[in-house]
């Protein structure tokens, strides 16, 4: 199974051509820990890692 990939500018998981966040290309497939974002407006964490939209992200990209 391959990891997925991440976007290295807004860390948010990506299955295409394009961060559906940041409209990027630039992608890496190293990283480290999953956050999963179920309601930004209401999550500390969320806010506390600056997510604004629900998603899958990674918490360390290279």
């Known amino acids: 199974m391959s990891k997925k990939k991440a976007c290295k500018q807004c860390k ?33 964490i969320a806010q506390k890692v600056g997510v604004t939209v629900k998603g899958e992200y990674a918490i360390k990209v290279r």
């Open 12 to 44: 948010i998981f990506v299955e295409g051509d394009a961060c559906p966040l940041c409209k990027g290309n630039t992608f890496t497939t190293s990283w480290q820990g999953r956050l999963y974002i179920a309601d930004a407006q209401n999550s500390l």
